[in-house]
């Protein structure tokens, strides 16, 4: 009904991408109402919930997409090779953790040695910079 209403065939959010995210709380929510005098409030309230969150979810992604969009704008003349374009992707699309050279080289399956020349290469070009981390915990990050 909700789509209807909108009076359009295109959705930018995705309402059941969100409800299996939260569908523990959906089976919660769904026995308490099953098992009420008949109000849906509780259900209702949960659902709405779950519309703003796909919204807000929807929109973090759109935002993503755009600094991904900007950032390959900026260095569309920035010399870079397919591992360094494989890992600068990933780390605009939910890279998990650290960005390490040991995780650099097992994402790329290349030797640690390489994966340091390439991340040195991205540092030099102001692509990546290294965190306040030293030692064995140095990490990398995306410049913003």
Request: glycine residues 4%; contains cysteine.
């Amino acid at each position: 009904m909700l789509a209807r209403a909108e009076g359009s065939g295109e959705r930018f959010y995705s309402i059941s991408s969100q409800i299996l995210a939260e569908r523990k709380r959906y089976y919660q929510v769904q026995k308490k109402v099953q098992h009420s005098s008949g109000d849906i409030t509780k259900w209702l309230d949960w659902f709405l919930h779950c519309l703003k969150n796909s919204l807000l979810s929807t929109e973090e992604a759109t935002k993503n997409i755009f600094r991904k969009a900007d950032f390959w704008k900026r260095h569309e003349q920035t010399p870079v090779n397919e591992r360094q374009r494989l890992m600068i992707n990933k780390l605009f699309d939910g890279f998990e953790g650290k960005l390490k050279t040991s995780k650099w080289a097992k994402m790329t399956k290349t030797s640690t040695d390489t994966a340091l020349r390439d991340i040195k290469d991205l540092v030099n070009k102001g692509v990546l910079h290294q965190t306040d981390e030293k030692g064995r915990n140095i990490n990398y990050e995306l410049v913003k």
